[in-house]
């Protein structure tokens, strides 16, 4: 007996499995610093998080409330499943078994912050059954730098086809931390942060998410992931989620009372959350935790939690530097639609070559050869043409199906040539695909809208999303519309195209697995410094949250302030400097990066220009200098393609001193430092445009203090000398 029982011992420990049918069960980080307790306490689960000893996470609820079934039974789809009661998922649990295991490995991005990433991760998947049968997996990967969990639903009689009424997952915090957030909404993310106390949020919602926004918010203490947070003794929480698919975007809810964050997912059109079909998982919830804010700028956590690249041949991705004929058109110079005598538009039977030209129309032969030009000569990949093809002219708020067929071009915007003339001068135009939301109509047009894009060379698109969605109802962040944004970039893939989507829901990590995703917006972007202004700090804070997920196509590079000197309907103020913008080529990470501004402001300051131009778009290493949510942010890039160091920093509200040693630098090796740094005078109000460079040769024993305006930054080269 005593044999057997040493057997079935060893068997269970080889399988990893311990712990069986007890009520609490932990795992622990690598280092041992993060340590994840789940426990079954009167048939519910919870779980709970600490960090170096102290708790981050007090015990916090998991599970589902599922859509009641009259039967009790998931077994089928059944219309008739509005019951009154909805089902719970959280109670009548117990422990069935857990299994623990260890992986580390390291991966090899196409693009990213550095060439080589390390996944290494202790892993806990607790089996759970309820009374009632259904069958539950809770799976937490424990990395030294945070913590994700999902949930997974194996293949089952009793749970087969459900629907989720709300995912019950919370996140319980151990005091009245310092937030910043952007409000919950289903349908943009287009805010600037606020900083507060969690117990200040319901005070500043409303002055926070803007009074004019159409967009449905859900609750008064509602914020949006990525959210970061800070505890009183200097412990940094960051809040988000990892490979968003097939399933609703996470929202959270702060029940202010006991300071605990629930799940709240984007509903559909019916108020259902998500329609779920066995076996099947959810996204991965996560949780960074460090008490070095730099650490949460060099996490690889959500990327690691997605899945590997599922592209074979990756040979055709390649980053983009690029200009467009767009900041004129945002500024309100010139116009996206081609006259102002229709006012209405039947795609197909209207004719435009009958209707008189506005005068406006920026995507016009002259105007866009004109960029070709000086997109080819500084050495562009790409130029982004907005406005080119039919429909701008009732295009938005108008609920309209039909909007644009994506493959006919304004009769003054002649595709063939331009394209064949981009191509001799060595540059590729880029797409622009509007849908104005009317999703349905765009996945009627899609395949057709890449074959246009193959026959004239282009390989990427920027897609947009603005206004309500059609189907009419549904959300921008809900699971139908998380399903639509994958597809077109699988889509796009069987095509060798490169995706940016801009208004799309906000990334989690899904450029790991389809690296053909090369950017999003999904924050709000540089076109607010011309609908008005984005304060400073609005840059050093999306760095800790919105880039969490995946780069943003920011669109940096503004060096004209005053918008009105262009653009004379137009008095807003690009709140920044000119050396704060060229920072933003290092600090916010892109594999895509547009120069924003006009060739004619870029003319007027060629020598800061020389940044941009130099400034690669394909790392190797990056080392995090300094960085505080908001405050500032200070990153040292290395260039994948040559031996050259890119620094940049950013500062928030106030003046910045940065002190930053070279020691990333090869040892030994003597380099010429090129910097561009605000002038003292410099003030991103009065006197933006104020910059000096200057040059002086550095080596890894070298330490740098530079000084910052508020709303400003430097910019820095180092190149080694021979
Ligand atoms: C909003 C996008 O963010 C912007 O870049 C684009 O120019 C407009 N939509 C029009 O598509
Ligand atoms: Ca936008």
């Known amino acids: 007996m005593k044999h057997f029982l040493t057997i079935a011992m060893m068997v269970l420990l080889a399988l990893g499995a311990r712990a069986v049918n007890a009520h609490q069960v932990t795992e622990t980080s690598p280092n041992g610093n993060l340590v994840v307790r789940c426990e079954v306490r009167y048939g519910k689960v919870y779980y709970d998080v600490t960090y170096k000893g102290k708790t981050v996470i007090k015990p916090s609820l998991l599970g589902f409330d599922l859509v009641g079934k009259r039967t009790g039974e998931f077994n089928n ?25 260890t992986h580390d490995e390291t991966w090899h991005p196409v693009w990213g912050e550095e060439t080589a990433i390390r996944n290494h991760y202790n892993e806990m998947a607790v089996m759970l059954e309820q009374l009632e049968g259904r069958q539950m997996v809770v799976r937490f990967r424990v990395y030294d730098d945070g913590v994700g969990f999902r949930y997974e639903f194996p293949r089952q009689r009793v749970l087969n086809y459900f629907v989720i009424a709300e995912e019950r997952t919370e996140f319980a915090m151990t005091g009245d931390h310092t ?100 076996p099947c998982h959810t996204p991965w919830r996560t949780i960074m935790v460090t008490d070095d804010a730099r650490d949460i700028l060099a ?23 690029y200009m467009g004929v767009w900041w004129e058109l945002i500024s309100g110079a010139h116009s996206w639609a081609y006259t102002d005598q229709l006012p209405s538009v039947k795609l197909g039977e209207t004719d435009y070559r009958k209707v008189k030209p506005s005068g406006k129309h920026g995507a016009n032969n002259a105007n866009v050869r004109r960029y070709i030009d000086f997109a080819a000569e500084h050495g562009f990949d790409q130029l982004l043409i907005e406005g080119w093809n039919e429909g701008w002219e009732d295009w938005f708020g108008n609920s309209k199906d039909y909007v644009f067929d994506f493959v006919t071009p304004y009769p ?51 897609s947009g999303y603005v206004g309500d969605i059609i189907p009419r109802g549904e959300y921008h962040y809900g699971q139908w519309m998380v399903n639509h944004y994958l597809y077109a970039i699988q889509k796009a893939a069987e095509h ?72 004379p309907d137009n008095d807003s103020k690009v709140l920044s400097t000119i050396c704060g913008q060229l920072a933003l080529y290092v600090t916010l990470y892109s594999p895509l ?15 800061a220009f020389q ?49 930053i040693k070279l020691d990333f630098l090869d040892k030994g090796r003597k380099y010429e430092a090129t910097i561009y740094a605000d002038a003292r005078d410099a003030n991103y109000r009065t006197n ?5 460079i200057t040059r002086r040769k550095v080596d890894a024993k070298t330490t740098l203090r530079l000084r910052s305006v508020a709303g400003g930054g430097y910019a820095i080269t180092l190149r080694p000398i021979q």
Not at 81 to 101: D, F, G, I, M, Q
Not at 299 to 321: G, M
Not at 532 to 538: A, D, E, N, V, Y
Not at 628 to 641: F, H, L, Q, S
Request: aromatic share 10%; charged share 25%.
């Open 688 to 692: 933006p445009q104020a910059y000096t």
């Open 299 to 321: 996490s690889r956590l959500i990327l690691n939690l997605n899945e590997p690249c599922k592209i074979e041949d990756t040979s055709w991705i390649k980053p983009v530097k």
């Open 611 to 659: 940044f941009i131009k130099d400034v690669p778009v394909e790392w190797e290493r990056s080392v995090y200098l300094e960085a505080e949510p908001m405050e500032y942010v200070t990153i040292a890039r290395k260039d994948k393609n040559s031996d050259s160091w890119f620094v940049g920093n950013v500062a928030g509200k106030q003046d910045f001193n940065s002190v």
């Open 179 to 278: 937030a910043w957030w952007i409000g919950g909404d289903y349908d943009t993310q287009e805010y600037e942060y606020t900083r507060s106390r969690l117990s200040e949020i319901r005070g500043l919602f409303d002055k926070a998410i803007t009074p004019n926004s159409s967009q449905t918010q859900f609750s008064r203490t509602g914020v949006q992931t990525s959210l970061q947070l800070k505890t009183d003794d200097g412990i940094y929480i960051n809040l988000h989620e990892a490979a968003l698919v097939d399933y609703p975007c996470m929202s959270l809810n702060l029940d202010d009372k006991r300071m605990v964050f629930q799940a709240w997912l984007t509903p559909d059109a019916q108020g259902n959350k998500g329609y779920m079909q066995t």
């Open 412 to 462: 003054d915007f002649d595709i063939k040539a331009l394209n064949d003339y981009a191509h001799s001068k060595g540059i590729r135009l880029m797409m622009h695909h509007e849908t104005s939301s009317s999703v349905r109509n765009y996945e009627r047009h899609l395949e057709a809208a890449y074959q246009l894009m193959e026959r004239y060379g282009y390989n990427s698109v920027k």
């Open 593 to 607: 990066q547009m120069a924003a501004d006009l060739p004619e402001n870029y003319l007027k300051h060629m020598d």
């Open 496 to 567: 060798h195209i490169m995706v940016n989507a801009h208004e799309a829901v906000r990334p989690t990590g899904l450029c790991r697995t389809w690296p053909n995703l090369i950017g999003n917006e999904s924050a709000r972007g540089t076109e607010y410094q011309a609908f008005g202004g984005t304060q400073p700090g609005h840059t050093a804070i999306l760095p800790f949250t919105r880039l969490q997920g995946g780069p943003m196509d920011y669109t940096p590079g503004i060096f004209e302030m005053n918008l009105s000197t262009f653009s």
């Open 77 to 101: 789809f059944d219309e008739t499943h509005a019951e009154p009661e909805p089902v719970s998922l959280c109670s009548n649990l117990r422990v069935v078994t857990t299994e623990h295991s």
